[in-house]
Structure formats: structure tokens, C-alpha cells
């Protein structure tokens, strides 16, 4: 009876069982392989011919590993706390952080997103006249073929609402004021519009050299997705902030500096191929920095009474932005694997080195037999 209880306990402890379950493995697989070989040819040769065919699969699968990032890994590449700098947004706070890539950054100063979808609006009528909206790419070379386009995509997702660019669906039911009401509530929103929820839909519109950048480089919402996670995971955590969670505060821009060079505008097949050479060529890993923006939201407009569709969250423009300025730490994920492949390696070399002068002296002790004869 102790002993099927005993058997039980091991069975709900996953850190024995499995012990137990690659100690199993190891004598089955591994250890019949051994005792075949040794039954075969003596124990000294069989442990020879064993370990090596071990550690020539184990180079092979730690080579695995190090290609793909698998396996018995190092630490991923993560993002890391550098400061969090907190100012208005009329006051230029990034002058005052400690990074000085980050005192170039003049984000304070970039125009909006809805203003640049106007302009470009507006640029559009003027070359291609007042159906620019409907109009196709016939006869336009690439680069305005692709501008015309995220244009009028940017347009309709963030452009100016009035009440006839409402559907039937939205104004079904409604009277003339909850219609203007909506498309004022539509046309807010749109305006609300950051650069880098425009950066995920209409690159083009984006002036990337502006000088207030200052050599940063504006992500989109879908690149910014990890960086964004790590500045709202840092912003909780720090303690300086009243947050208590992630919908008191709406996440703004994104941008990043620094790490290896990538592919130009409207890369071709010879520019992949030679930024994927470079890239690996490149011994040494440029640091990467990044800064995540956010900004605390009206109490207003995320209390929301039960039975009610949620609220829009509204900036509060009487609260100061927050800067989070991370760095890349690039980690270790194929070290590891690294060391398991080259070390195998090492020693199956050695045990077949071993094997080699083991053939040498056995021919030579024959040979001296053959001629005694």
C-alpha cells in the first residue's frame, strides 16, 4: 500500500516525473544502444563507438537549434528601461532626457495626422481633380500609383466626417441632431488620429527626413507592437504614475534610432539580397533605442455606465506626456546553441581522432602477427 502511494505522489510532481521519464529514455534508448555495441565489440570500444555517435547527433541538433533560435535557448532580444521622461507637451520635455539621441526628438512639433490626410487631400484634387477619390492608377507610374493610393485609403479611414459620409446602416433610426452628433463624434476621432496609426495605413504621407525627427524614424502601430507592450508593462510597474491599469492612458507615437541599416524604399530583389549579406556580414550589432509616447485620458471618457457602449478615451490635455526611452538588448538566444554545437563537435572529433589511432595500432599489431608468421 506505501508503495502505490508512493507511486501516486510521484505522479502528480511534473519535476520527478519528468526526471524519471528522461532517466527511462536514457537507459532504454541510449543504454541498448551501448550494450549492443558492447556486446559486440568489448566494452572500451562499444563506450567509444557509442559516445561518439552521441555527440555527432548532438552537434547535428544543436545545429538546429542555432540556425532557428530552438531549443536549449538563450534569453530572447528584449526591450530595457533606459528613463521615463515626463513634461508638457508645449515645453519640449525630450530636451531634458538623459539619452542625447532622445533630446533631438521633437515630437511635440510634428504636425498631426488628420492635418497631413487634408493636405494630401488636397494635393491629390489639385493634380488629379475633384474625382481623385474614384479615380484608378491607369497610367501612373509606381511611386504615384502608391501615393494616390494610400491616400485615398487614409482618406476614408481618417479623413474629415460629415453626415452624407455616413452609411444608411449608421443613421438608421436616428434623428437629424444624433446624426450631426455622430459624425462629430466620427469626425473627433479622426482627428485624434496618431502618426503612427497613419504610419500602419499610408506610409507615403510621412515625411521621414523631417528634421524634426532629428534622425528618428517613426513606427507604425503594427511595428511598435513589442515596444509598445514593454513601455506599458514599464509605466505600470515603475510606481511614479496613479495608472492602475493600461485604459487610463492612451499609447501615442512610437519611434526608434540606432540598430543595423534595413531595406531602402520600394526594395528590389538585389537590394534584399544584398541587405540580407550585409546584415549577417556585420559582426558588431549598432544599439537601437526606442520611445514609446503615451498620455493619460479624461476620467470622463472611459467611465462608462452599465448597459452603455463603451466611450472613445479622450486625451487630457491638461496632463503631461510620457516618454518612455528604452534601449534594445539584443540577448543571448544562440549562444547557447552556439556552445552545444561547437562543443559537440569538438569532442566527437576528438573520440573519432581516438578511434582513428585505435584502427592504426590494431593494422599495425596485425601486420606485426602477419609477419611473425
Known amino acids: 500500500m506505501e508503495m502505490v502511494e508512493l507511486i501516486a505522489g510521484l505522479a502528480w510532481d511534473p519535476e ?10 536514457v537507459v532504454v534508448l541510449m543504454g541498448s544502444v551501448w550494450l549492443l555495441l558492447s556486446s559486440n565489440s568489448g566494452p572500451r570500444l562499444g563506450t567509444l563507438l557509442s559516445l561518439a555517435g552521441f555527440f555527432g547527433w548532438m552537434s547535428i541538433m544543436g545545429s538546429i537549434w542555432w540556425i532557428y533560435g530552438i531549443g536549449w535557448s538563450g534569453d530572447a532580444p528584449v526591450w530595457e528601461e533606459i528613463e521615463i521622461v515626463e513634461g508638457t507637451v508645449e515645453e519640449g520635455h525630450l530636451t531634458f ?23 494630401a487631400a488636397q494635393d491629390a484634387s489639385s493634380t488629379y481633380g475633384a474625382d481623385w477619390q474614384t479615380r484608378g492608377v491607369d497610367g501612373l507610374s509606381n511611386d504615384e500609383a502608391a501615393w494616390l493610393l494610400e491616400t485615398q485609403v487614409a482618406y476614408l479611414e481618417f479623413g474629415p466626417v460629415t453626415v452624407d459620409d455616413l ?20 469626425q473627433a476621432k479622426n482627428e485624434a488620429t496618431t502618426l503612427s496609426e497613419l504610419a500602419a495605413v499610408a506610409p507615403d504621407l510621412i515625411d521621414q527626413d523631417s528634421e524634426l525627427l532629428g534622425g528618428w524614424t517613426l513606427l507604425s502601430t503594427a511595428e511598435a507592437g513589442e515596444a ?20 487610463q492612458f492612451r499609447v501615442l ?16 530583389v538585389i537590394d534584399r539580397v544584398w541587405t540580407k549579406l550585409r546584415s549577417t556580414g556585420q559582426i558588431t ?12 485620458v479624461t476620467e470622463e471618457s472611459i467611465t462608462n455606465l452599465p448597459g452603455q457602449a463603451p466611450k472613445r478615451p479622450e486625451i487630457d490635455p491638461t496632463q503631461p506626456m510620457v516618454s518612455v526611452v ?33 584502427d592504426k595500432l590494431v593494422m599495425a599489431r596485425r601486420a606485426e602477427f602477419a609477419g611473425a608468421k
Open 97 to 119: 532626457a538623459a539619452l542625447d539621441e532622445a533630446n533631438l526628438l521633437r515630437s511635440e512639433a510634428l504636425p498631426r495626422a488628420f492635418d497631413l490626410v487634408q493636405a
Open 285 to 296: 550589432h549598432p544599439t537601437r533605442y526606442g520611445i514609446i509616447q503615451l498620455q493619460q
Open 326 to 358: 528604452m534601449v534594445r538588448n539584443l540577448g543571448n538566444l544562440r549562444l547557447l546553441p552556439a556552445l552545444v554545437t561547437l562543443g559537440s563537435l569538438l569532442i566527437f572529433l576528438s573520440l573519432c581522432y581516438m578511434l582513428h589511432e585505435r
Open 167 to 186: 452609411t444608411n446602416d449608421q443613421v438608421a433610426g436616428l434623428s437629424a441632431a444624433e446624426a450631426e452628433a455622430l459624425a462629430a463624434a466620427e
Open 228 to 247: 509598445q507592450a514593454s513601455a506599458i508593462a514599464m509605466v505600470l510597474e515603475s510606481g511614479d504614475f496613479s495608472f492602475t491599469g493600461q485604459g
Open 16 to 25: 520527478i516525473r519528468g526526471f524519471l521519464a528522461v532517466l527511462t529514455g
Open 253 to 268: 507615437d512610437a519611434f526608434t534610432i540606432g540598430g543595423k541599416e534595413g531595406l531602402p524604399d520600394d526594395p528590389s
